[in-house]
C-alpha cells in the first residue's frame, strides 16, 4: 500500500468507540438516546491515578457509574508469598504510598502477632509519634487534593504540601527516605531518632495548629466549598456499616469506630485523645472530619514527644537473617489514615509466607462510589471520589 | 458603497441558501447564524447603529445559540437530518410563505423605491431618539410585545417544568 | 452574610502573597540547580561498595556471600563469587564477587541490602544527579561504578561510618587479639612441647622444671 | 519629506502623550492622500493589536508569577532575567506544536471557531476610550456595540465544543453558553444603571460624566455611589462568568472536563483561545473601568499631568490583579449553583440596583446640609438590604450553613 492508501485506510475496529462494551445493565438504545456515556478516565486530571469512572450522564446527571481500576496492579500479594517476610516490608511502602509508616506498622503488627516480638517502649513511642505525623501528611494532601477537584486552583493544595514538606523533611531524616521510609521492623524500628530530631518534631508539630486555623480561615467557610460539598454524596450510616466502610469516611456518617479506640493496639490507651463524628455523611463532613482529626492528632503527638523514653528501640529476640516464624497464621490491623490497613498472614515456618493477604481500606471504601453519586453531577462525581481518598497503589496493589 | 454591499449581500444570500441546503442541522445552523450577521452588516451599512447591533446582540447572541440549542437536545446533530417533513404540514409551509412575501411585497411597493418618491434625509437617528420613540409614540406596541414575550416565556417554563421533574423521579432511592 | 467566607479566604490570600517576600516560610522554594538542600545524613539513594585501602577492586569489603542477593526485594542484585581467594588491601586472602551488578533501574533503595550485609560492604550513597543517556549499560552498574573508597562513605553518613568503624576496629582488634592469644598459646604449646621433648631427649625429669623457669622470663 | 514625516511622527507621539486631541491629524497631512485613509486606520489598529497582545504576554506572566507568590512559590523564573521571557518560550511553544485536528471532527467548523472567537473579542475594543482623547471609534451606541460583539462570542465555543467530537468538549460548550447566556443579563442590566444615570451610550461621554472631584478630593467615579458600588460587584462577577474565569471557569473545569471545548485543540489554535480568552478579559476589564471606575480620570486632582491613558491602564491592570486574586483563592461552582446565582441572586440584585439608581437620580434635587450623606446611607440600605435576603435565600434554601462537630472519647 502506498503511503496515501495507508493514511485513507479505514480506522481500525479496535479504535471504533461505537463498538466498545456498553456498561452492563444499559442497552444500546438507553445509552444513544438522551443519554450519554462518558469514560472518566484512566487519562484523566481528576482521578487521583489510573482509575477509570464510567460513567452514563442524562445532561449532567450521573444515572449510572462503574468504578473500574486494576490498570495498577502489581501482583503485590504473589510477590510477597515468593519472597522472605523482610523483603515485603518495602513493597508495602508501595501500597498506600503517601502513608509508608503505617503501612509499615500494620505489616509489622502482623507478623509481631505472628511470631509473639514485642517491640520496646520506645519503639511503641516512634511508632505513635510517625502513625499520627503519617495522618497529618495523609489528611493535609487530602484535603489539597479534594479543593483542587474542587476547582480551587492550586492554592490549598500548594499550601497543604508547604506544611506536608516539613514532615517529609522528618521522615526523611529519620529513615532516609521521604515517603518510601521502609522504617518498621518486626519488633520494632530500624534506627533510632537521630540527635535534635524531637525538638525539630515538636517544632514542626507545635506549627501545625497555626497552619490549620490558616487552612480553615483560607476555604472553611467560603460560601462556593459549602455550597459544593453539603449534600452531595451522602453516604448513609447503615449503607457504610454494610459495605465494611472505615476511616473518617465511616465517622463521617456518624458511626464510632477508631481502630485506635477499639483495638487500643500500640500503646493508644494512653493517649487521651477524641474522636470526632459527622451527622450528615456528605462530602462537607468527611472534609471537616479530617481537619479535626488532625487537630486530635496534634494533640497525641504533643504529649508522645513529651513522654517518649529512651531505651532500645527494637526487640532483642529480633532476628534480620534467617527470619523464619513458627507456622501458624495472625491478623494485624491499625487505624491507617484512609481506614482499617489489616494485613493477615499465614506462616509455614518456611522463610516465606505462605499466604499473604491485604486488606485495603482505598479499595472497599471505593466500592460505595456508585451508591454516593447516583442523581448527582458529573462536578459532584469528582470531589466525592476526591473526599472517599482512595490511593491507586493501594486499591489495585 | 457598492462593492461591500454586494460582497454582503452575496455573503447573506449564500449562507440563507445554504441554511436551507446543508444536510447537517448544525451546519445549517451556524449558516442561519451568518445570515443574521450578515443582516445586520446591511443594516450598518445603512447607518441603522442600534438595529444593526441590535440584530447581532438578538439574533447571533441568542436566537442561534437557541437554534443551536434546540437541535442537539432534538437528535444531536450528528447525523444528517434525513427525516422530510411530513406531507400534511407542506400546505401550512406554503401559507406561512405566501403571508411572508406578500408582507414583503407590501412593503417593498409602498416604499420609496417603488413610489419614486424621494426619500427624506433626517439624518441618522440616535439611540436616544429611539427610546424616546418607544416610550412616547409607539409605547403601546412595546408593552403588548413586552406581555407577548412575558407569556411566550411562561409558557416555555411551564413546558420545560415536566422534563425537569423526570431525572428527580428516575433517580433510585437509597 | 454571602462573600463572608470569600472575603476571609482573599484576606489569606493575600497574607501569603505579601509574606513571600518578606517570610522564609512563606516562599518555601529552593531554586535546585544553584541552591541546593544539604543531604541529610540518614539519606539514602542507591547503594554502593565500600572498599578499604588506595586500590578499589583490591579493597572491596564484600566476600561475596550472596546474602543480599538473596534478600533483595526486587532482585536487582547479581553477583558471581570468584573461584580463588585473592588478596585483599592489606594482603590476607579473601574470596571476592568476579561480578556484582546492581540494576539501579530496579533497585527500589530500600536499603534492606545494607541491613543483611555482615561485612559492611554496602552502604547507600546519597548522590541522586544521576541523570544519563543510556537507559540500559548505562543503568547497570558493575562493581567499579560501584566501588567508593571508606573516606567517602565518612563524609556523606559520618555518625554511621564512624560507628562502623569502631565496630569494625574493635572486631579486628578482637580477631588480632584472639589470633594472637591464639599464636601465643600455640607459641607456648609448642615451645612446652619442644622444651619437653628435648628435656626428655638431654635431661632426666628431675629437672624438667628448670627450663620452664628459663621461659619464663621471656613473656 | 522625510522631515516633514518625522515631524508628523513626533507631533503625533506628543500629543498622545500629553492627552491633546486630534493626535492623527498630526501626521495625516503630511502624507499624500492616496496612503491617508490606510495609514489613518492603521493608526487605530496596530495599537490597540499591539498594546493588547503585549499585555496580554504580560499578563499571562503576572498571573502565573502572582499566582506563584499566592501559593508560596516564585512561578516562572528561568526563561530570561526573573522569567520575562517566559512569553515568548511559551508563544514560541505553542506555534511549534503539532496542530491535531482529530479524525472525527468537523474540520471546517474545528478551523473556524478560534477565528470566529478571537475577531469579535477584537472588535470590542474599538469603542473604549483610553485616553482623554483617545478613542478608536466615538460610536453613539458604543456600549451596545461592545455586547453585541460579546454576545457573537457564544456561537465560536460550541463551534469549538461540537466540531471536536468529544464529549467532554460538547460538555464544556454546553456549559459555556449556558453561563455565558444567563451572566450577560445581569452584566448588561449592572451597565444599565450607567447609562440611565448619564443619558448616553457612547462610553466616551459616560466617561466625561465621571468627571471632577466631590469636596475637592473623593473623585466623581460612580463606584463610590452605592448604586455604582453594587452595579461594580455585579458588573464583576459577572464578568468574571462572561470571562470563563475562576470560580466560574467551569467550561474548561479541569478536573471534571480535561479542559472542556479545548480539549482538542493544541498548537497554534489554541493559542488563539487563550488569546481571545484574555483579550476578552481585558477588554470586559476596560469595560467595568470606564463605566464604573472613572475611565481615564485621574483619582486625585494634583495628578491630572499624568497622561490620562496611564491611569486606564492602571485600573485595567487592577481589575486583572483582582481577577487573578480571585483565581488564587475560591474552587469552582457547580453548574446549577452557578445558574442559581444568575438568575436567583445577581438578577434581581441588578433590577433593584435600577430602582436604587432612580432613588439616587431623584434625591440630588436635595440640598439640605449633609444631604449627600443621607443619600448615600439611604441608598446603601436600599440595596444592601435585598442583598443580605438574596444572599440568605440564595445560601439558605439548602440550610447550607457551617456544622459543629461531635466527638467520642
Known amino acids: ?397 | ?174 | 452574610m454571602l462573600g463572608e467566607g470569600i472575603i476571609k479566604g482573599m484576606a489569606e490570600t493575600a497574607r501569603n502573597f505579601l509574606g513571600s517576600y518578606h517570610d522564609a516560610a512563606r516562599l518555601t522554594t529552593v531554586e535546585f540547580p544553584e541552591d541546593k538542600i544539604p543531604a541529610k545524613e540518614s539519606a539514602r539513594n542507591f547503594p554502593f561498595l565500600v572498599h578499604d585501602g588506595e586500590d578499589a577492586m583490591q579493597g572491596l569489603r564484600c566476600v561475596a556471600c550472596q546474602i543480599c542477593e538473596k534478600e533483595c526485594p526486587p532482585k536487582c542484585i547479581f553477583i558471581i563469587k570468584d573461584t580463588n581467594k585473592k588478596p585483599d588491601y592489606v594482603g590476607k586472602l579473601q574470596f571476592q564477587p568476579k561480578v556484582f551488578d546492581i540494576d539501579v533501574s530496579v533497585c527500589m533503595s530500600c536499603q534492606i541490602c545494607v541491613e543483611v550485609c555482615p561485612f559492611d560492604a554496602i552502604k547507600m550513597d546519597t548522590d541522586f544527579e544521576l541523570g544519563g543517556s543510556d537507559r540500559f549499560g548505562g543503568l547497570l552498574l558493575n562493581k567499579r561504578r560501584l566501588a567508593k573508597p571508606n573516606s567517602y562513605y565518612h563524609t556523606i553518613h559520618p555518625t554511621e561510618a564512624a560507628e562502623v568503624d569502631g565496630r569494625l576496629a574493635a572486631e579486628k582488634a578482637k580477631v588480632e587479639a584472639k589470633a594472637k592469644a591464639d599464636a601465643e598459646a600455640k607459641a607456648k604449646a609448642a615451645a612446652a612441647a619442644a622444651a619437653a621433648k628435648a628435656a626428655a631427649q638431654t635431661t632426666p625429669p628431675v629437672v624438667a622444671s628448670t627450663p620452664a623457669a628459663v621461659v619464663t622470663p621471656a613473656k | ?409
Open chain 1, 1 to 397: 500500500m502506498s503511503e496515501s492508501e495507508l493514511l485513507s485506510a479505514p480506522a481500525p475496529t479496535a479504535m471504533n468507540y461505537e463498538i466498545r462494551p456498553k456498561p452492563a445493565g444499559t442497552s444500546d438504545a438507553e445509552v444513544g438516546g438522551e443519554l450519554l456515556e462518558v469514560a472518566m478516565g484512566p487519562h484523566h486530571p481528576s482521578t487521583h491515578g489510573v482509575f477509570r469512572m464510567d460513567v452514563v450522564l442524562d445532561g449532567e446527571q450521573v444515572v449510572k457509574l462503574k468504578p473500574v481500576f486494576g490498570y495498577l496492579h502489581r501482583n503485590h500479594e504473589k510477590i510477597a508469598e515468593n519472597t522472605t517476610y523482610l523483603a515485603s516490608m518495602p513493597y508495602t511502602d508501595r501500597l498506600d504510598y503517601l502513608c509508608s509508616m503505617t503501612n509499615n506498622w500494620a505489616y509489622a503488627l502482623s507478623v509481631e502477632r505472628l511470631t509473639g516480638l514485642i517491640p520496646p517502649e520506645r519503639a511503641e513511642y516512634i511508632r505513635v509519634i510517625t502513625a499520627e505525623l503519617t495522618r497529618l501528611v495523609n489528611h493535609t494532601c487530602l484535603i489539597g487534593f479534594l479543593l483542587q477537584d474542587m476547582g480551587a486552583l492550586g492554592t490549598p493544595l500548594m499550601y497543604a504540601f508547604r506544611q506536608r514538606e516539613l514532615i517529609l523533611d522528618l521522615f526523611e531524616s529519620l529513615s532516609g527516605s521521604r515517603m518510601m521510609c521502609n522504617y518498621m521492623r518486626f519488633g520494632g524500628c530500624r534506627a533510632d531518632l537521630p540527635a535534635g530530631w524531637l525538638e525539630q518534631a515538636a517544632q514542626v508539630v507545635g506549627g501545625y495548629g497555626q497552619f490549620l486555623d490558616e487552612f480553615q480561615a483560607l476555604i472553611s467557610e467560603n460560601e462556593i466549598l459549602v455550597a459544593r460539598s453539603q449534600g452531595v454524596g451522602v453516604l448513609p450510616a447503615e449503607l457504610a456499616i454494610n459495605s465494611s466502610i472505615t476511616g473518617p469516611m465511616l465517622r463521617a456518617s456518624g458511626v464510632n469506630f477508631d481502630l485506635r479506640k477499639a483495638d487500643r493496639y500500640g500503646i493508644y490507651d494512653r493517649f487521651p485523645f477524641r474522636v470526632p463524628l459527622g451527622d450528615h455523611g456528605d462530602v462537607y463532613d468527611r472534609y471537616m472530619i479530617r481537619l479535626l482529626e488532625m487537630r486530635e492528632s496534634v494533640k497525641i503527638l504533643e504529649q508522645a514527644l513529651r513522654e517518649i523514653p529512651a531505651g532500645p528501640i527494637i526487640d532483642p529476640k529480633a532476628k534480620i537473617r534467617g527470619f523464619r516464624p513458627k507456622a501458624g497464621e495472625a491478623y494485624g490491623r491499625i487505624e491507617c489514615p484512609k481506614g482499617e490497613l489489616g494485613f493477615y498472614l499465614i506462616s509455614d515456618g518456611s522463610p516465606n509466607p505462605y499466604r499473604y493477604r491485604v486488606r485495603p481500606p482505598s479499595l472497599i471504601n471505593l466500592t460505595v462510589l456508585e451508591d454516593m453519586c447516583l442523581g448527582q453531577t458529573v462536578a459532584d462525581a469528582v470531589i466525592i471520589l476526591g473526599s472517599v481518598d482512595i490511593v491507586l497503589g493501594e486499591v489495585d496493589r
Open chain 4, 1 to 409: 519629506m522625510i522631515a516633514d514625516l518625522l515631524n508628523g511622527i513626533g507631533l503625533l507621539l506628543w500629543r498622545v502623550v500629553s492627552d491633546q486631541p486630534d493626535a492623527k491629524g498630526a501626521l495625516l497631512p503630511v502624507l499624500p492622500a492616496v496612503l491617508q485613509p490606510v495609514v489613518s486606520a492603521v493608526l487605530s489598529v496596530a495599537p490597540i493589536i499591539g498594546v493588547f497582545a503585549s499585555l496580554f504576554a504580560l499578563t499571562t506572566l503576572l498571573e502565573r508569577k502572582g499566582l506563584g507568590r499566592i501559593q508560596n512559590r516564585l512561578g516562572p523564573n528561568r526563561v530570561g532575567p526573573f522569567g520575562i521571557l517566559q512569553p515568548a518560550a511559551d508563544g514560541l511553544k505553542m506555534l511549534t506544536k503539532e496542530d491535531i485536528i482529530p479524525r472525527s471532527a468537523d474540520k471546517v467548523v474545528h478551523f473556524l471557531a478560534p477565528v470566529c472567537l478571537a475577531v469579535p473579542t477584537l472588535l470590542a475594543f474599538a469603542v473604549l476610550p483610553y485616553g482623554r482623547n483617545l478613542v478608536p471609534l466615538d460610536l453613539d451606541a458604543g456600549l451596545l456595540f461592545f455586547f453585541a460583539v460579546g454576545a457573537s462570542t457564544e456561537l465560536s465555543i460550541f463551534m469549538a465544543g461540537w466540531s471536536s467530537r468529544n464529549k467532554y468538549s460538547l460538555l464544556g460548550a454546553m456549559r459555556a453558553i449556558a453561563q455565558m447566556i444567563s451572566y450577560e443579563i445581569p452584566l448588561i442590566v449592572s451597565s444599565v444603571t450607567v447609562v440611565m444615570m448619564t443619558g448616553t451610550l457612547s462610553p466616551m461621554h459616560i466617561v466625561e460624566h465621571q468627571a471632577g472631584f466631590i469636596w475637592g478630593f473623593i473623585p466623581h467615579w460612580y463606584v463610590l455611589t452605592p448604586w455604582g458600588f453594587a452595579g461594580f460587584v455585579i458588573f464583576t462577577i459577572a464578568s468574571l462568568a462572561e470571562s470563563n474565569r475562576s470560580p466560574f471557569d467551569l467550561p474548561e473545569a479541569e478536573s471534571e472536563l480535561i479542559a472542556g471545548h479545548l480539549t482538542e485543540y493544541s498548537g497554534f489554535k489554541y493559542a488563539l483561545f487563550f488569546l481571545a480568552e484574555y483579550l476578552g478579559m481585558f477588554a470586559i476589564s476596560g469595560l467595568g473601568v470606564t463605566l464604573f471606575l472613572g475611565g481615564w480620570h485621574a483619582p486625585l486632582p494634583g495628578l491630572e499631568w499624568i497622561p490620562s491613558f496611564v491611569w486606564f491602564f492602571g485600573k485595567l491592570v487592577s481589575m486583572v490583579f483582582l481577577f487573578i486574586w480571585i483565581r488564587g483563592t475560591v474552587p469552582r461552582l457547580r453548574v446549577d449553583q452557578l445558574l442559581n446565582l444568575a438568575w436567583k441572586f445577581l438578577l434581581p440584585l441588578a433590577l433593584i440596583n435600577l430602582v436604587v439608581a432612580a432613588v439616587w437620580h431623584f434625591t440630588a434635587v436635595w440640598t439640605f446640609p449633609g444631604a449627600l450623606v443621607v443619600r448615600w446611607l439611604l441608598g446603601a440600605a436600599l440595596i444592601g438590604g435585598p442583598y443580605v435576603l438574596l444572599g440568605s435565600a440564595l445560601s439558605g434554601a439548602k440550610k447550607n450553613t457551617l456544622r459543629v462537630y461531635r466527638y467520642a472519647t
Open chain 2, 1 to 174: 458603497m457598492e462593492i461591500p454591499f454586494a460582497i454582503l449581500t452575496a455573503l447573506t444570500l449564500v449562507s440563507a441558501l445554504a441554511a436551507m441546503s446543508l444536510r447537517n442541522l448544525v451546519h445549517c445552523a451556524l449558516c442561519l447564524a451568518l445570515t443574521l450577521a450578515g443582516l445586520a452588516a446591511l443594516y450598518l451599512q445603512l447607518g441603522a447603529q442600534f438595529a444593526g447591533f441590535a440584530q447581532i446582540l438578538v439574533y447571533v447572541g441568542a436566537v442561534a445559540i437557541l437554534v443551536v440549542f434546540a437541535i442537539l437536545l432534538t437528535n444531536r446533530g450528528d447525523q444528517a437530518a434525513a427525516t422530510r417533513a411530513p406531507a400534511r404540514s407542506w400546505v401550512t409551509g406554503a401559507g406561512i410563505a405566501v403571508a411572508v412575501f406578500a408582507v414583503l411585497a407590501r412593503v417593498i411597493l409602498t416604499s420609496s423605491l417603488a413610489t419614486g418618491h424621494p426619500m427624506v434625509d433626517r439624518g441618522s437617528p440616535t439611540v436616544k431618539d429611539l427610546g424616546m420613540q418607544l416610550m412616547t409614540q409607539y409605547v403601546l406596541p412595546l408593552e403588548v410585545i413586552g406581555l407577548l414575550l412575558t407569556a411566550a416565556t411562561l409558557g416555555a417554563v411551564i413546558i420545560a417544568l415536566p422534563e425537569k421533574k423526570t431525572p428527580a423521579a428516575a433517580a433510585p432511592n437509597h
